[in-house]
């Protein structure tokens, strides 16, 4: 059931049915899609599971099938950072998004129609969960490593709580051991945006296209501005201003006046090109499950953190931080990093000092690449 | 003409008709909203003229005529830092706010409606003129000392470029010598969320109550945000819950549904109790006409930023930003700080390390008085 225009490379794992979720609801015939790099060994033991942000679908990076660039096209691959000539890499995408797994913009077999907002609420562990169990589909009981960045970096510390002993190292990237009150403040504002759209209908809009683009707009411009940081977009768009050309196409684009509130910036072109590209291709209502669920994430929820490490049977672990991270600040990271030691699992923690905030991962790949190739060399 | 609540302590000062503003357009009998405290002296050399940031009226202090705390209550007064024993003390209403000065919800005396969209592009430098204006009303031609917090901060200091020999003193609060990408995307945002509301009707709304309320509250909810740091919120808020009854209270106040997307943490009730009392008060196409002046100024309009200082006939500068603040960082402090110093005028720079961010002036009292304090009496 290809979803995707990547979908010739996306492969499909049918969940266990019923799939439980922690909040209490299930999910009937639900799947997982991934896609996967490498070859997977004979006794099963170089499987990298990689969870993502919150809004990348499984295509993490090119292949024969799918030629397109993935989302870390230069970290995946022969002789890269998680290199494919040794490790077989498995992207998955979350449960609850819409680029093949199951989430509130699929059908409900039960009812032949979309979830919508009948879905069930959906936690961190959950995507943890599932994603192990596309592992499990492939025979992989035991990981090499599992790791992610942002939402994925949570997934990841999840997955030690609700998969001991499912993989012996772990990499968190930019994630968080539970939500903080200014994340949160800003996720709540980008649901806030979206819901007090019209054009939401109380999550009945027939698809993305006709649904609440102008909330799913202003959620994905607050996201990209605090996903970097004030110093690198001093330094890259500074005072720069549209030519009246420009002012007129990312108006249009707007669908709104070149003149009066129009946009003036350099800076606005790039939010709104960022965007219209969002907005097109993510389902609003899987975006509020989403964005919700990281919220919601407290690994005190399992105990007391340190104890719920030392259950989680790892061998080893990375944790790395970007100085000028806003979402996911660095203290959060040396906590992670803290408790990891204090379980007694031998831990690196990595804290970058880049300028491009909660994205670096995205971008600073000779910092991230080093840090990742020497981790999972040793 | 009493406007606001606070009226029976607010005075008018007419300006010059026709006012003419920066951007090309002009106004007619128009008039700037204030409030002061303290004796002039004789020779009129003791008045200090104080601008505010984006939201506040002129009632920055109480008095006999109106009891209501003012927004910088404890600053202002007999012994506190603007000691109204010495100073006489004059805080202006933004030209183009909604608190009695002319502005986009004022009539136009030429239409006898409201201006709306019909007002002209406002600049930061009008409102320093204006600003000026009603001091020169009081007959006084020069100021002790012009200051302001946040856009009154970009504000004093526009006015040291368009008033030269205006103020002996200048005090630039968490100003900025010019917006930059990451204030304005943030602002354009802002704007985005208001304009984007169908009840925003191209400004023609009735009155703020029944105007872009979902807009206005996601606009300030976002300042709210960026007003503040994600370290002073994890102190105050942590991950605390709203009770099931506050959570009914608070989706109520939003008019949304307590289950599903509504609020859950003790910070998105706090954000909802800010919003709800700025919807009320702020007329939204004043908002709009606000924040886009605050993305156009850039003092380097005026010429070399160290020549336009020296043409300024300053004797001498207070500077303070903080750490912390995201929007109006310390190094845009450091940079007035520089071109003040490089004009030969004698500065101070305060770097506080309050971890309250912006709104730092508005809590962090203590240090803000002591190195105001300290200037002024020096």
Redesign the interface.
Same mark, same amino acid.
């Given at each position: 059931m290809p979803e995707t225009p990547e979908a010739s490379a996306v492969r499909f794992a049918p969940l266990p049915s019923p799939f439980r979720l922690r909040k209490g609801g299930w999910l009937q015939q639900a799947q997982v899609a991934y896609e996967c790099w490498g070859e997977l060994n004979a006794d099963r033991s170089n499987a990298i599971l990689l969870f993502t942000g919150l809004s990348p679908s499984a295509h993490a990076r090119s292949s024969a099938e799918n030629p397109e660039p993935g989302w870390w096209e230069k970290m995946i691959g022969p002789g890269l950072a998680l290199d494919t000539d040794r490790w077989f890499v498995m992207c998955v995408n979350s449960l609850g998004s819409c680029f093949g797994s199951t989430g509130p913009a699929s059908i409900n077999p039960a009812t032949g129609r979309p979830y919508r907002?009948s879905f069930p609420e959906l936690s961190v562990e959950d995507i943890a969960r599932a994603g192990y169990e596309a592992a499990r589909s492939l025979g992989i009981e035991k990981l090499d490593t599992v790791m992610g960045p942002s939402l994925g970096g949570m997934v990841a510390v999840a997955f030690a709580a609700v998969a001991p002993g499912g993989a012996r190292r772990l990499v968190s990237i930019s994630g968080s051991p539970?939500?903080?009150?200014?994340?949160?403040?800003?996720r709540?504002?980008q649901?806030?945006?979206i819901?007090?759209d019209?054009a939401w209908q109380s999550g009945n809009y027939l698809d993305p296209l006709h649904g609440p683009q102008?909330g799913m707009?202003?959620a994905r411009?607050?996201g990209t501005?605090t996903y %970097?940081?004030?110093?690198e977009?001093?330094l &890259? #768009?500074?005072?720069n201003s549209l030519t009246p050309t420009g002012r007129r196409a990312v108006a249009q684009a707007?669908k %709104?006046s070149p003149e009066?509130?129009g946009? &003036? #910036?350099?800076?606005?072109s790039y939010?709104e090109a960022q965007a219209e590209r969002f907005v097109r291709v993510f389902d609003p209502n899987c975006y509020?499950y989403l964005s &919700?669920a990281l919220?919601?994430f407290?690994l005190r929820d399992h105990g007391e953190p340190v104890e719920v490490m030392k259950r989680a049977g790892l061998e080893s672990a990375l944790v790395i931080g970007v100085e000028s991270d806003?979402l996911f600040?660095i203290?959060e990271q040396a906590e992670i990093a803290a408790m990891l030691e204090q379980a007694g699992v031998p831990t690196r923690f990595a804290r970058l000092p880049c300028i491009e905030g909660h994205d670096a991962f995205l971008v600073d790949l000779p910092r991230f690449d080093a840090a990742i190739r020497s981790f999972l060399n040793s």
């Open positions: 907002l539970g939500a903080l009150p200014f994340a949160i403040s800003l709540s504002l649901r806030e945006a819901v007090s019209p102008s707009r202003i411009k607050l501005i %970097r940081s004030a110093e977009w001093r &890259r #768009f500074g005072r707007m %709104r009066g509130f946009p &003036r #910036f350099d800076v606005e939010l509020l &919700r919220d919601g407290d806003l600040t203290r």
